[in-house]
């Protein structure tokens, strides 16, 4: 089992800037991800992290805007949101990747997730 404590959700402004983060608990993941879903669409991959090398991925979308990093020794994962755009607004999940392909994009191989924050940037 593994239990993910997700916060920093909020309200911003378009073009500023919010860090997410997740605290996992339990057993040990290969790798983590950073999903979103906004009303009426399908969730969506937006960053993943290797927790061994630290080897990043990013969705396209946020390329040069997102960071995703890594505390090993907290087990947090964090996702820097810099230059938020009114697109961005959705429900972020974290989630853990127990299998050993790189880099897993899709949602459905992520066993464990977290409750969701919600990130509304405003106009």
């Known amino acids: 089992q593994v239990q993910l404590v997700e916060s920093g959700g909020g309200l911003v402004q378009a073009g500023g800037s919010l860090r997410l983060s997740c605290a996992a608990s339990g057993r040990s993941s290969y790798a983590m991800g950073w999903f979103r879903q906004a009303p009426g669409m399908e969730r969506e991959f937006v960053a993943a992290?290797?927790?061994?090398?630290?080897?990043?991925a990013y969705a396209d979308s946020v390329k040069g805007r997102f960071t995703i990093s890594r505390d090993n020794a907290k087990n947090t994962v964090y996702l820097q949101m810099d230059s938020l755009k009114p697109e961005d607004t959705a429900v972020y999940y974290c989630?853990?990747?127990?299998?050993?392909?790189?880099?897993?994009?899709?949602?459905?191989?992520?066993?464990?997730w977290g409750q969701g924050t919600q990130v509304t940037v405003s106009s």
């Open positions: 992290i290797n927790w061994s090398d630290g080897r990043t």
């Open positions: 989630a853990a990747y127990l299998g050993s392909s790189w880099p897993q994009l899709n949602y459905w191989y992520y066993s464990y």
